[in-house]
């Protein structure tokens, strides 16, 4: 089972821009996909986005941040990025990082989360 923590949750004005980490241990070499989530009080989960480990490399992102988020993977650090820009005031939430192995169907491991508010 991989082992996932977030960072750079924090504060921030509407408009502004945050980068969340992840960092991965334990099986890394087994990930096929990894992905940010998102979920607001109140509110369902949401999927932000992700970005294949394997095989094609490739990033796919929700319509609602699509141009103002960036996903990106070091695999040299075990660490995964979520880039955010013009954050809007409906974005706050906690979010997750996810890990989806090889021969699974669904995200199978998670993070913690790490909460991100934004002020208006």
């Known amino acids: 089972q991989v082992q996932l923590v977030e960072s750079g949750g924090g504060l921030v004005q509407a408009g502004g821009s945050l980068r969340l980490s992840c960092t991965a241990s334990?099986?890394?070499?087994?990930?096929?996909?990894m992905g940010w989530f998102r979920q607001a009080p109140g509110k369902e989960r949401e999927r932000v986005g992700s970005i294949t480990m394997f095989g094609w490399i490739g990033t796919n992102y929700a319509d609602s941040v699509k141009g103002r988020f960036t996903i990106s993977a070091d695999n040299a650090k075990n660490t995964l990025y979520l880039q955010m820009t013009s954050l809007k005031p409906e974005e706050p939430a906690v979010y997750y990082c996810a890990a989806r192995q090889r021969g699974r169907a669904v995200f199978n491991s998670w993070g913690p989360g790490t909460q991100v508010t934004v002020s208006s």
């Open positions: 334990g099986g890394t070499a087994n990930i096929a996909e």
